[in-house]
């Protein structure tokens, strides 16, 4: 390398830590210093009466993690977003697989019908689905008619997981329809050439080489849902308390935000496990 | 028997014609190679005999027995794709032994029968490496491997050489050569390189825009090709228009020649086809014995080629170019010097367009 050639390296690499410097502040300001409250928070003092002491740090708040209600309400949250992932899965994959083997012109209006209720306000989507799922909606009223009297599942764990399973199909669809699409045929086409039928096919080299598109979709789905909040709040009731509507509980009506905050943290910590659980099987691919 | 007999075959992709009624019969043991220039249709028939299209029209029999709609796994082919196609997330054991797990032969049996197939092609110090982890050459070995360990009836193979380097091609054409005898099975071999076909080949198929223009051994392709196309396509050559008089007699400009093939009956020009290295040069009006064509013409230019000379000549018929190999005792001529050009009868071809 030439002494210029030097220079030039290190200017680019000057450019490079500048442009940067706006996303840096961003990351600082937005994710690490609430993480860091939050994390602060976890260790404060709640006073008899719900305020909040910056002092005399302690883990009180999370003794109190390991108590019947916590556990089963974040047994209930994992339980639930795992039987959403799954189902996300199940009709995720289909979806994709038809989108990406579409010719392009189809695809592409296929894709923005996937997104257009993604773009639509996720409340008035909950309850456009508490509308349906509602005794006087149209399953309902469907039903009734028919004689198999009232529909009731509004209020019911399954309603929840319905409505995640809406919420959060997206993320599911679009990294399977990515990794299908960026999938070599050619290899399908081998398989079948070594006397595999087209099931088998699809089992031996198609769902093994969008494998990455599965993990990332299902920590895309995985983890919102583990968290979720306006769903449960929405379509739950009050026997299906999950994690989500139990943190906020915290910070509203209990006013223990030390407690809230180190669920939060526990919230965190789960999904943080799942992030390095998708770049260890993608790191493993390379 | 026929291995793979084509009857009026036509694939077309919507209003394309892709390949245009052929017909074809490879016979059992050959090594047939498919040549021709990009996009001229080598790999959708292939693809047609492998099973992954279909033909619009025609009939495509394998074994003697007519496969029609069978997929691809019901057909007793196996692939060597351009790009091997080797499977990313299995060992190079794994890749070899799909096809025979895929026909239910027992685990053990399918291990030990793809390690020898993986000891002909000399990897067998790579057993658990993964696709990624090989070289160009030693992936088209795996794919190879993986492909005859099932012992097809027709190995079909698509340009499996074109990624290679040029030595690693040449070792390799060699080795898919001893490869070929020691096996006897049936090869299609697609290439758009004219050498790998003339030297790899027992016959040779030209095909340009989807149609089949002739299947010769390679010594015919390369001497007497018939179609202008062919013979372009096929190392260089001398195209010149002759005239044909009533009697049927040949002349180039103004000389008589004799030709391999009398002139069609009726037509009035022909093309000639004549290869520069059939093409003698000596000095002017020196006497030639036997039936030689001879005309008059003077030296243009001379090309030094190392291993050769590659001369222009005007003629009264238009200019030839001639090489002459590079030879201690070879005479060689200058520009402006006049000289007699002679050539074989059986060395001109007379071309269709
Ligand atoms: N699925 C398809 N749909 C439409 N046209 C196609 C399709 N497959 C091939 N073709 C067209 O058919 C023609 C022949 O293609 P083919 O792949 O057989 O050519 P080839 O001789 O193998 O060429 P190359 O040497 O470049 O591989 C091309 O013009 C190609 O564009
Ligand atoms: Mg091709």
Redesign the pocket.
């Known amino acids: 390398m030439t002494s210029l050639d030097h220079a030039a390296a290190h200017s680019q690499a000057r450019k490079g830590r500048l442009l940067a410097t706006p996303a840096g502040l961003y990351i600082v300001l937005f994710f690490i210093v609430p993480l860091l409250i939050i994390l602060a928070y976890s260790f404060a003092t709640r006073t008899a009466t719900g305020r909040t002491e910056l002092s005399g740090w302690n883990l009180e708040s999370y003794d109190k993690l390991f108590t019947g209600l916590v556990m089963r309400t974040v047994w209930r949250s994992f339980w639930m977003a795992a039987v959403t992932t799954v189902m996300c899965l199940i009709v995720a994959y289909p979806f994709a697989y038809y989108l990406a083997t579409r010719a392009a012109k189809v695809r592409n209006v296929l894709l923005v019908l996937v997104m257009i209720p993604f773009w639509t306000n996720g409340l008035i989507r909950i309850f456009a689905i508490r509308f349906m799922l509602g005794s006087d909606g149209p399953i309902s009223q469907a039903s009734e008619s028919l004689g198999f009297g009232e529909f009731r599942i509004l209020f019911t764990p399954t309603a929840v997981v319905l409505g995640m399973l809406y919420s959060f199909l997206t993320f599911m669809i679009l990294p399977l329809y990515v990794a299908i699409e960026r999938m070599d045929w050619k290899l399908v086409e081998a398989a079948r050439d070594l006397y595999a039928d087209g099931f088998t096919a699809f089992r031996k080299v198609t769902l093994p080489l969008t494998k990455s598109g599965i993990i990332a979709g299902s920590i895309l789905v995985f983890v919102p849902s583990f968290g979720s909040y306006v769903v449960p709040e929405i379509l739950g009731g009050a026997k299906t308390l999950l994690l989500g509507s139990y943190i906020a509980r915290q910070f509203g009506q209990a006013r223990n935000f030390p407690f809230g905050a180190a669920l939060s943290v526990v919230l965190i910590v789960a999904m943080l496990i799942a992030v390095v659980i998708n770049q260890r099987t993608e790191a493993s691919e390379l | 028997m026929a291995a793979v007999e084509l009857e009026a075959v036509t694939k077309r992709?919507d209003n394309?014609v892709?390949v245009d009624n052929i017909d074809l019969e490879i016979s059992d043991g050959e090594f047939f190679s498919l040549l021709?220039p990009?996009?001229?249709?080598?790999?959708?028939t292939l693809r047609m005999i492998a099973g992954f299209e279909f033909p619009t029209a025609g009939r495509l029999s394998i074994g003697g027995r007519e496969i029609g709609l069978d997929p691809p796994n019901k057909r007793p082919v196996n692939t060597v794709f351009q790009n091997y196609a080797l499977f990313p997330h299995m060992n190079v054991l794994e890749n070899v032994m799909f096809g025979l797990l895929m026909q239910k032969v027992p685990k053990d049996q399918a291990r030990d029968a793809a390690a020898k197939a993986i000891n002909s092609v000399k990897l067998e110090a790579l057993l658990n490496r993964k696709p990624n982890q090989l070289s160009g050459g030693q992936q088209q070995r795996v794919a190879l491997a993986r492909a005859l360990v099932n012992e097809p009836k027709v190995l079909l193979l698509d340009?499996p050489l074109g990624a290679l380097d040029l030595k690693l091609r040449q070792e390799m054409q060699s080795e898919l050569k001893s490869l070929h005898s020691e096996v006897g099975i049936t090869f299609v071999y697609?290439t758009?390189d004219q050498e790998e076909a003339l030297t790899m080949s027992d016959r040779i198929g030209v095909m340009s825009e989807g149609k089949l223009l002739q299947v010769d051994d390679p010594t015919r392709i390369y001497e007497h090709p018939a179609k202008r196309f062919v013979a372009d396509f096929i190392g260089e050559i001398n195209l010149i228009e002759g005239s044909v008089d009533s009697s049927g007699t040949v002349r180039l400009g103004d000389e008589v020649i004799a030709c391999a093939s009398p002139a069609p009956s009726g037509s009035q020009s022909v093309t000639i086809a004549l290869r520069p290295e059939s093409i003698d040069l000596t000095v002017e009006n020196e006497r030639i014995g036997g039936a030689m064509n001879q005309i008059p013409g003077i030296v243009a230019r001379r090309t030094y080629f190392g291993d050769s000379h590659s001369y222009d000549i005007e003629t009264s018929g238009g200019t030839l170019s001639i090489r002459r190999d590079n030879r201690p005792l070879n005479t060689i001529f200058d520009p402006g010097q006049p000289v007699t050009v002679s050539w074989h009868p059986d060395a001109s071809n007379l071309l269709e367009d």
């Open positions: 992709f394309f892709a021709g990009s996009g001229c249709g080598k790999t959708t340009e697609v758009h």
